[in-house]
């Protein structure tokens, strides 16, 4: 492995910190290195807060002399930003830090921005390198790069099944699947997404709270599914402890983008109206796209997931099988696409799925 390499997995690595933490921003880290040694580093760490670029610029002045800047190389994981948005442009700050060489591993699909970071620090006399670790790059920023590209969501769908194929009960009674080691990990998955998704069936009979409990992390929106707009006001979705989307046929509300209205906050169900036909699912895929939330974890029921998997929207499968046996119940989703890997958690054998076109 060259030292290039060796920087941007460092870089990679402080990117991943910022996830669930900046979106509708990509997760970026920033490695400068000089004469072998890493003199400054920092990664995103909050929507609306200063860039990775900032944080690494900052941290070499903290720690010594800005003159070794000029002989440096930094190491971004994305495009360095060219256009005013919440910060100022990253590859003006690059440039007036009179940085020698910049290696990138991907390009920035943003039409805002698409190659012209690069530019920019080319025109300067920056020399640049893109590409490095770029399939690395892309897995980390997945959910950035199917928005900006597929102008819809990051869809992961989720759920547990017992031995014998069952995903609940008949009667919808409550029923624990899953043992608190996969809980745990699915609490951790819950705050890396913007927004968890739930079917009427499942928010009537189990209820949920679908925030993360047993877990350190943002909440997530929360989108339930009520057609006829008949859930019980006492549920859980509608008690204002974080955002909620209350997805149905009939009302709706001009609601700002979710970063600026909700991060942080709480407020009211606000309702969202979707025509439920047969196309619901890729058409409240677009309207969560247009709210700027980039990510949804679909967490059942049944009938939801497979509607889904039907319209040919989702890019994982999260899928759980307990030892437990049912006997007889709802049937748990037919599993689609190519199996990636498995994993024992405690007796549970975790499986993942990802589309058959999925490089």
């Not at 440039?95 to 699909?109: E, K, T, Y």
């Not at 606000?270 to 409240?284: A, C, G, H």
Request: aromatic share 8%; proline share 6%; with cysteine.
């Amino acid at each position: 492995m060259n030292r290039d390499m060796e920087w941007m997995q460092r870089a990679l690595y402080l990117a991943e910190k910022g996830c669930g933490l900046v979106s509708p921003n990509p997760m970026v880290g920033c490695v400068i290195v000089h004469q072998d040694r890493i003199i400054g580093e920092g990664w995103h760490r909050a929507y609306g807060g200063p860039h990775a670029e900032v944080r690494a610029i900052e941290d070499v002045s903290n720690r010594q002399n800005d003159s070794y800047l000029s002989e440096s190389t930094a190491y971004v994981t994305l495009e360095p930003c060219s256009h005013f948005g919440k910060t100022p442009p990253c590859a003006d700050l690059l440039i007036r830090s009179r940085i020698r060489r910049v290696v990138v591993a991907n390009l920035d699909p943003n039409p805002l921005v698409a190659g012209t970071g690069i530019a920019r620090l080319r025109d300067a006399g920056v020399e640049v390198e893109v590409g490095v670790l770029q399939l690395e790059g892309q897995q980390l920023n997945k959910r950035f790069f199917t928005a900006m590209h597929h102008h819809r969501p990051y869809i992961v769908l989720k759920w547990a099944e017992t031995a014998d194929g069952f995903i609940g009960t008949s009667d919808g009674s409550r029923v624990a699947i899953s043992g608190e080691l996969s809980n745990q990990m699915v609490h951790r998955w819950r705050s890396e997404e913007d927004a968890i998704l739930v079917g009427y069936r499942t928010a009537l009979l189990d209820n949920p709270r679908l925030n993360v409990r047993h877990w350190q992390g943002h909440q997530p929106v929360r989108v339930g599914l009520d057609r006829d707009l008949s859930l019980p006001r006492g549920h859980f979705l509608f008690d204002s402890t974080q955002p909620t989307l209350w997805v149905n046929g009939q009302q709706d509300s001009d609601m700002p983008s979710w970063p600026e209205r909700y991060r942080g906050t709480t407020a009211p169900p606000t309702p969202i109206k979707v025509e439920m036909d047969e196309n619901w699912v890729r058409s409240l895929m677009e309207v969560l796209y247009t709210r700027k939330i980039h990510s949804v974890f679909v967490e059942g029921g049944a009938i939801t997931i497979e509607a889904f998997l039907k319209a040919g929207l989702w890019d994982e499968i999260r899928c759980c099988q307990s030892p437990k046996v049912l006997g007889h119940g709802v049937l748990a989703p037919t599993k689609a696409g190519r199996w990636v890997s498995s994993e024992k958690k405690e007796n549970d054998l975790w499986s993942y799925y990802t589309p058959l076109d999925t490089p």
